[in-house]
Nanobody, 126 residues
Framework: QVQLVESGGGLVQAGGSLRLSCAAS????????MGWFRQAPGKEREFVAA????????YYADAVKGRFAISRDNAKNTLYLQMNNLKAEDTAVYYC???????????????????WGQGTQVTVSS
């Protein structure tokens, strides 16, 4: 049974930093693309970042490029999202997700992801 459990969310002032973690179990973690998505109140879920199975390549939404960094530790079955210079518009519930594919050109598409965590709230005060 695949489980993804996020942690590390919280309340932070604008300009601050947070590091999210996602502990994965029940899967061959190193075989799949992994991603982070977020959903703000009243908005649709949106792509934040994705990473290849080896961690060699990373991809970001334009809104977070240069401020966020996705990484993974395959030995620990853990996905990370380092968020720096946070802005009020980054306030959302953040979800980690497992892509159903080991190779993808459309890693930004939420319908490619077959397992999701429960989400962790990130609130940025201005």
């Amino acid at each position: 049974q695949v489980q993804l459990v996020e942690s590390g969310g919280g309340l932070v002032q604008a300009g601050g930093s947070l590091r999210l973690s996602c502990a994965a179990s029940g899967l061959t973690f190193s075989s799949y693309y992994m991603g982070w998505f977020r959903q703000a109140p009243g908005k649709e879920r949106e792509f934040v970042a994705a990473i290849t199975p080896s961690g060699y390549a990373t991809y970001y939404a334009d809104a977070v490029k240069g401020r966020f960094a996705i990484s993974r530790d395959n030995a620990k079955n853990t996905l990370y999202l380092q968020m720096n210079n946070l802005k009020a518009e980054d306030t959302a519930v953040y979800y980690c997700a497992k892509n159903s594919l080991s190779y993808s050109r459309t890693y930004y598409a939420s319908n490619e992801y077959d397992y999701w965590g429960q989400g962790t709230q990130v609130t940025v005060s201005s």
